[in-house]
């Protein structure tokens, strides 16, 4: 058994060119992540599209390096390509149709520049850089169509989960943003 099979339960650490490389969490990308995953995860739900997974999966996808595995936030793989694989694996086999990596304070952009290249390179469709502190998406395709969303702005995720739209700004939004949820005053 490598170190890098050893190391495929830590959810916190990515296995890259022979090191433990740490993922900086904070509260707040740790709230924003599961939040995607859930708006990705009703749709994926209701249609049948896609499967949606959480940070705590594995991708063992880059022949160059075959201990190296990657786990982004919230990622998508489409139905029809989850066929014939072993899904007790502990690594998903088979490159994302969609990552999204959400920022914390401490990510370097030379390092999340460097992985959506790498994402994009070895077949991962669409890549959501996601930036809580200007409450932005930035989407990266592999056929090089890149845009900036923000706000009112409408992000979808194309042929992965056709059925899936919403304005950025649901990616940013707080459960206490109402205050209360009629419990007298008081926020549960």
């Known amino acids: 058994m490598t170190l890098a099979d050893r190391l495929e339960n830590e959810a916190a650490i990515e296995f890259v060119g022979g090191q433990i490389v740490e993922k900086p969490v904070s509260i707040e990308s740790s709230r924003i992540g599961i939040r995607i995953g859930r708006l990705l995860g009703n749709e ?3 249609s049948g599209d896609a499967e949606v997974y959480d940070s705590s999966l594995g991708y ?18 489409r139905a029809d390509r989850l066929a014939g694989l072993d899904l007790s694996d502990g690594f998903m086999r088979v490159p994302a149709d969609l990552v999204v990596e959400v920022l914390s304070p401490g990510d370097l952009a030379y390092d999340v520049a460097a992985k ?25 395709r592999s ?14 995720c194309e042929d992965v989960l056709p059925g899936f739209r919403c304005q950025v700004s649901e990616f940013f939004k707080r459960a206490v943003e109402a205050g209360t949820n009629g419990t007298n005053g008081r926020t549960v």
Do not use: C, H, M
């Not at 063992?60 to 793989?77: L, Y």
């Not at 959506?116 to 502190?133: A, G, M």
């Open 44 to 46: 994926a739900d209701a």
């Open 60 to 77: 063992k996808v880059f022949p160059d390096d075959p201990d190296k595995f990657r786990k982004p936030d919230v990622s998508a793989v």
């Open 116 to 140: 959506v290249d790498e994402y994009l390179r070895y077949n991962f469709r669409i890549v959501w850089v996601v930036q809580p502190n200007t409450r932005s998406v930035n989407v990266f």
């Open 143 to 156: 056929d090089g169509r890149n845009a900036l969303l923000r706000g009112d702005d409408v992000i979808t």
